[in-house]
Nanobody
Framework: QVQLVESGGGLVQAGGSLRLSCAASGSLSSISAMVWYRQAPGKQRELVAGITSGGSPNYSHSVLGRFTISTDNAKNTVYLQMNSLKPEDTAVYYC???????????WGQGTQVTVSS
């Protein structure tokens, strides 16, 4: 059974940095992409950054230039380096691994990121 475990969230002042990690355990095959989402209170979940199995990253406009997504494929781990954090980045961050076969995606439990002004 596949499980995703996220870590690295916490409380940081505006302008600070955090690095999120998401490690997958279990048998994973046919990964198509690894993605970070976030959900702020009262808002819909939104895509933050993703990276394809071929290594092509994409970012939401709101984090472009501040966040960097990377992977360690040997460890089935995806990272999100977050720099120049803003209070509006405050949210629960979720990682998602998309695969080409059923069930098509796996989700982590979420990690809280709080940025104080």
């Amino acid at each position: 059974q596949v499980q995703l475990v996220e870590s690295g969230g916490g409380l940081v002042q505006a302008g600070g940095s955090l690095r999120l990690s998401c490690a997958a355990s279990g048998s994973l095959s046919s990964i198509s992409a690894m993605v970070w989402y976030r959900q702020a209170p009262g808002k819909q979940r939104e895509l933050v950054a993703g990276i394809t199995s071929g290594g092509s990253p994409n970012y939401s406009h709101s984090v472009l230039g501040r966040f960097t997504i990377s992977t360690d494929n040997a460890k089935n781990t995806v990272y999100l380096q977050m720099n120049s954090l803003k209070p509006e980045d405050t949210a629960v961050y979720y990682c998602c691994i998309e695969v080409r076969t059923y069930p098509y995606d796996y989700w982590g439990q979420g990690t809280q990121v709080t940025v104080s002004s």
